[in-house]
């Protein structure tokens, strides 16, 4: 099958191409001078980019719902596949140093960096940010790449296990514990305090942070709802801050939703309320009575 046939093959099950310089893994500064963000779909394009380099490497943008398991070697690939034996079934193709590339379909709501390197050996790609190189392409020394399991449409790839998913995004975070209630323990009124300190983290969030910081904390305010948290209330106090942050709403809902769904299967770990220091004058202890009384 010829590169061509390749490409455009790539671009019907909806993935966007780029050009990649004769046995290299960088894209052809002539004819894609922005790189990726030249990356395309349209056949006309595609066929005349190839027409100009028939010998030109193939690589794939992932559209960003889509999460691409750059694994760099075997052995990592090993272990992943060990600790999520669900890899098996996804799309994925052999690299030249025996790594893999494995195509997986993020949950609605979520997205992920392409920074991150939360697992030893593997990088973050596609997500419609970072692309991969492709079968047919080899390399100046001849090795090149090819599909293990093939890959489909993107809406078709299995999605990412939950369990591997939740090492890739960031840990929630613990329980403020300047939040103090006289109830202690996991009273309404604490529950209720946590709640509007998490919300309070979103709020204030830059742009660029938005979606992952309320993935975080809808994790953790999902943490709370064994302790007797409302679902409703948790949803829409964190939809109302992601909200005033920019985030659109229905971004925002569906993010919340999956972070407290996925909090509520880790109850979060509650110490027990500190108590306020006590007053140090004879004035100030008094004081404090009375609004104990009032």
């Given at each position: 099958m010829r590169?061509?046939?390749?490409?455009?093959?790539?671009?019907?099950?909806?993935?966007?191409?780029?050009?990649?310089?004769?046995?290299?893994?960088?894209?052809h500064p002539r004819l894609v001078p922005h790189g990726l963000k030249e990356a395309s779909r349209d056949p006309a394009t595609l066929e005349a980019w190839w027409r100009a380099c028939p010998e030109c490497g193939v690589g794939i943008l992932a559209p960003e719902g889509v999460l691409v398991l750059d694994v760099d070697q075997g052995e990592a690939w090993e272990a992943l596949r060990r600790d999520f034996p669900e890899l098996e079934a996804a799309p994925r193709q052999r690299t030249p140093k025996e790594g893999r590339h494995v195509f997986l379909r993020l949950p609605e709501g979520v997205k992920l960096s392409a920074s991150v390197r939360a697992l030893e050996g593997v990088d973050l790609r596609g997500m419609g940010r970072a692309y991969v190189v492709a079968a047919p392409t080899r390399l100046k020394d001849g090795r090149g790449y090819e599909w293990e399991v093939p890959l489909v449409r993107p809406e078709e790839l299995p999605l990412v296990p939950q369990p591997l998913l939740l090492?890739?995004?960031?840990?929630?975070?613990?329980?403020?514990?300047?939040?103090?209630?006289?109830?202690?323990?996991?009273?309404?009124?604490?529950?209720?305090?946590?709640?509007?300190?998490?919300?309070?983290?979103?709020?204030?969030?830059?742009?660029?942070?938005?979606?992952?910081?309320?993935?975080?904390?809808?994790?953790?305010?999902?943490?709370?709802?064994?302790?007797?948290?409302?679902?409703?209330?948790?949803?829409?106090?964190?939809?109302?801050?992601?909200?005033?942050?920019?985030?659109?709403?229905?971004?925002?809902?569906?993010?919340?939703?999956?972070?407290?769904?996925?909090?509520?299967?880790?109850?979060?770990?509650?110490?027990?309320?500190?108590?306020?220091?006590?007053?140090?004058?004879y004035r100030a202890r008094v004081y404090a009575r009375m609004r104990r009384w009032a």
């Open positions: 590169p061509i046939e390749h490409v455009l093959g790539y671009a019907r099950l909806g993935y966007a191409v780029l050009p990649l310089l004769p046995g290299e893994k960088r894209p090492k890739l995004l960031p840990p929630p975070p613990p329980p403020p514990r300047s939040v103090w209630t006289p109830e202690g323990g996991t009273s309404p009124k604490r529950l209720q305090a946590l709640l509007q300190a998490y919300a309070a983290q979103v709020a204030r969030t830059p742009e660029g942070q938005r979606h992952n910081t309320l993935i975080r904390y809808a994790v953790a305010a999902g943490g709370l709802l064994p302790h007797g948290l409302d679902p409703r209330e948790a949803e829409e106090a964190l939809v109302a801050a992601a909200m005033s942050a920019g985030l659109p709403e229905a971004e925002a809902r569906a993010a919340a939703r999956w972070g407290l769904e996925v909090g509520a299967s880790r109850p979060l770990v509650l110490e027990p309320s500190p108590k306020p220091p006590e007053p140090r004058t």
